[in-house]
């Protein structure tokens, strides 16, 4: 009976043994990265700050170039005025920041991309979609170096023009 149990527990361990190789090899590999890093960090995402903060240089000079313009028209006309102007260019930043928030998405997901695939990962994913992780999957120093490398095209800043109020009138 002893040797019959001496070799139920030899069998197990080997077993064991062998699962936790077969494990090892059939790991599937994780990247994490920290969006809010990559965000507050990389080259790319200050760029888009940066152009972002051109395109609200260039709509606050149409929001005054419009209070110019209006500025001797009656109370009444002259408030709407502005406040449609300033819907419109409201609405106009908002597009130009999703738009060059895009750009620096797009440059993330494809190198995020890259690496999973040269890793032979199954994902990547974001540190803040997890509640807990190993820190050796962390990617993102990796993923900010490689962004880093990339240059991001952004549209072209808008041009603002402002109805004369000649024009406003006449319709």
Request: hydrophobic content about 45%.
């Amino acid at each position: 009976m002893k040797a019959f149990s001496f070799l139920a527990l030899l069998l197990c361990v080997l077993l064991a043994a062998c699962n936790g190789q077969n494990a090892a090899q059939n790991q599937t590999l994780v990247g994490i990265v920290d969006l809010e890093q990559i965000l507050r960090e990389s080259d790319p995402a200050i760029a888009a700050r940066k152009h972002v903060a051109a395109v609200r240089d260039v709509l606050k000079k149409g929001v005054s170039d419009l209070e110019k313009e209006w500025k001797d028209a009656p109370q009444a006309e002259r408030n709407q005025a502005l406040a449609e102007g300033a819907t419109a260019l409201q609405r106009q930043l908002l597009k130009e920041e999703q738009a060059a928030n895009q750009v620096v998405l797009t440059l993330l997901k494809d190198e995020c991309e890259k690496w999973r695939a040269s890793h032979k990962a199954l994902f990547v994913t974001t540190k803040q979609e997890l509640l807990a992780a190993d820190t050796g999957v962390d990617i993102t120093a990796h993923i900010i170096a490689a962004l880093n490398k990339r240059v991001p095209v952004f549209a072209a800043l808008p041009t603002v023009s402002v109805n004369k109020r000649e024009k406003a009138k006449a319709k």
